[in-house]
Nanobody, 124 residues
Framework: QVQLVESGGGLVQAGGSQRLSCAAS????????MGWFRQAPGKEREFVAA????????DYADSVKGRFTISRTNGKTTLYLQMNSLKPEDTAVYYC?????????????????WGQGTQVTVSS
């Protein structure tokens, strides 16, 4: 069973930047779609960003457009989320996910593998 492991979370001040990483346990694991979701306290998990294997197609939640950038390594097994101009409302547990379907996916049910999550806290 492939495992996804996130890293890079922590405490950051509002306006600051942080980069999250997600590595797959198997180097040959190369799903077509990967994405980031987040869950704030007391709220449901929500879509943040998604990217295809080629890296040429991406999608973002309106709340993060222009501030967050999703990317994948050339080997396609490591996923990143560069977060800039962070706001307190970005505070959440961030999850990496992989989809075995085809095309960009923004819905939880379309993802088949999930990481354990990494906490990002933005202080005001």
């Amino acid at each position: 069973q492939v495992q996804l492991v996130e890293s890079g979370g922590g405490l950051v001040q509002a306006g600051g930047s942080q980069r999250l990483s997600c590595a797959a346990s198997e180097r040959t694991f190369s799903p077509d779609g990967m994405g980031w979701f987040r869950q704030a306290p007391g709220k449901e998990r929500e879509f943040v960003a998604a990217i295809l294997r080629s890296g040429g197609s991406t999608d973002y939640a309106d709340s993060v457009k222009g501030r967050f950038t999703i990317s994948r390594t050339n080997g396609k097994t490591t996923l990143y989320l560069q977060m800039n101009s962070l706001k307190p409302e970005d505070t959440a547990v961030y999850y990496c996910a992989a989809s075995m379907g085809v095309g960009l996916r923004i819905t939880e049910r379309d993802y088949h593998y999930w990481g354990q999550g990494t906490q990002v806290t933005v202080s005001s």
